[in-house]
């Protein structure tokens, strides 16, 4: 039903707007992760401690302040699925930085974007959920483009980067499938333990208070900027459904990329711009059908969308 000139915006129409802006300003946030890594000079264990503990502390406030006092005290009952989940989270986080550390940005934030359709594959094969054959002619489309990128760092310095970014995406689609099958595991407390046990394996590899005071203060707000990115999602993904979510979180590649070249000239090769053009277009392409999809769906049968949960927070959400 239209309404009249200058009367109030619906509620859901308001909430729409503040959640698909939340999400932008989160996909900016999340967007420094590559540009923070590679200015500051520490190694990536240092990195992982100093933002695992300070990110881990800020986004742990924030849950528990979501939460209330009725459901304190249960941040430690993960149980053996929870600690899987956290160990994949530690691993896929290692990856995270040392693959910004060893390649270009784009190339990090094209091929983690990958994610969600190889992680609908790997859904499939294990516990036979339902995949459009849309998201299988994306996954195909995507994975070659991601070959492209790969194969333009042999013989280059990226190369390890480009196959250290590989490797996350493919933990990080091991975590998201993870939580399907672990339904009962507390999420958001599993991202927390992952956060600290980053803090124990930096100062096993490192001595964080080694760190040179520029980076230091880098660190900090580097863990700063990743608590507030999550906390900017959560609430976003609070108030629109899913398939635009996903839609307006791929401007962080866009994002990430211009950050790069403006603050460090980071342009990749030309291979990176072809492979990164073609995954670029099957996510946006994929992203604007879900969309539609799901809007003559509830218009056909008056449904509300989908509002993604607060406990499905990402691995490299702490």
């Not at 307006?248 to 492979?275: K, M, N, Q, W, Y």
């Not at 809007?295 to 406990?311: I, V």
Request: contains cysteine.
């Amino acid at each position: 039903m239209n309404t009249a000139a200058g009367a109030p915006t619906p509620p859901n129409t308001r909430n729409g707007l503040l959640g698909g802006g939340l999400v932008i300003l989160s996909a900016l946030a999340f967007s420094m992760s590559g540009v923070l890594t590679k200015v500051i000079e520490s190694d990536g264990w240092t990195i992982l401690c100093w933002r695992g503990l300070v990110g881990g502390l800020l986004v742990a406030l924030y849950v528990e302040l979501r939460r209330g006092a009725h459901s304190r005290g249960s941040a430690f009952g993960l149980g053996k699925e929870g600690w899987l989940l956290a160990t994949v989270g530690s691993l896929a986080s290692i990856t995270f930085i040392y693959a910004f550390k060893l390649t270009y940005v784009a190339n990090v934030a094209v091929i983690y974007a990958t994610a969600p359709f190889f992680a609908a594959l790997l859904a499939w094969a294990l516990m036979r959920e339902e995949v459009s054959s849309r998201t299988m002619v994306a996954a195909m489309g995507s994975a070659i483009g991601v070959g492209i990128i790969v194969w333009g760092g042999f013989g280059g310095v990226s190369l390890s980067g480009d196959l250290m970014a590989v490797l996350m995406t493919v933990l990080n689609v091991l975590y998201i499938v993870l939580i399907r099958k672990f339904t009962a595991a507390p999420v958001v407390w599993a991202a927390g333990a992952t956060s600290f046990q980053l803090v124990f394996i930096g100062l096993l590899f490192s001595n964080p208070l080694a760190a040179p005071s520029d980076d230091f203060f880098l660190m900090m707000c580097f863990g700063a900027v990743f608590a507030l990115a999550v906390i900017l999602w959560t609430e976003g993904t609070r108030l629109i459904a899913a398939s635009q979510s996903a839609l307006f979180g791929t401007t962080e590649i866009p994002f990430a990329t211009l950050l790069a070249f403006v603050f460090l000239s980071d342009v990749p090769i030309l291979a990176g711009f072809i492979g990164g053009g073609i995954v670029i277009a099957v996510v946006l392409t994929h992203a604007l059908l879900d969309l539609r999809e799901l809007k003559n769906h509830c218009a056909l049968n008056d449904c509300a969308e989908r509002q993604q949960s607060p406990a499905e927070l990402p691995f490299w959400a702490v």
